[in-house]
Nanobody, 114 residues
Framework: QVQPVESGGGLVQPGESLRLSCIFPGSIRNIAVMGWYRQLPGKQREVIASVDNGGSTAYKDFVKGRFAISRNNAENTVTLQMSNLKPEDTAVYYC????????WGQGTQVTVSS
């Protein structure tokens, strides 16, 4: 089954950083918007950051100023740099294309705990 592959999660302490990476199974050059999602325990998956082909980004308020999304069309990758992590950021993180959803990957677990 063709799906993106997320990596980079782990267990960190509050205030630390992580860099999540996602490799897509095909070219993302013609996909207008790419995004990172998160799913909290018992909650629905939600998009938290997105980037378009022009490099414009959008963030949910609760990650604005702490997370940075970027894309590399040549390598078919999307990255999420996460800084100043908080316990409430604990979740499974996924990547996908918000306007052209494809199969979901396995996600990568981020746990922020002291």
């Amino acid at each position: 089954q063709v799906q993106p592959v997320e990596s980079g999660g782990g267990l960190v302490q509050p205030g630390e950083s992580l860099r999540l990476s996602c490799i897509f199974p095909g070219s993302i050059r013609n996909i207008a918007v790419m995004g990172w999602y998160r799913q909290l325990p018992g909650k629905q998956r939600e998009v938290i950051a997105s980037v378009d082909n022009g490099g414009s980004t959008a963030y949910k308020d609760f990650v604005k100023g702490r997370f940075a999304i970027s894309r590399n069309n040549a390598e078919n990758t999307v990255t999420l740099q996460m800084s100043n992590l908080k316990p409430e950021d604990t979740a499974v993180y996924y990547c996908n294309a918000p306007l052209r959803l494809m199969n979901w990957g396995q996600g990568t677990q981020v746990t922020v705990s002291s």
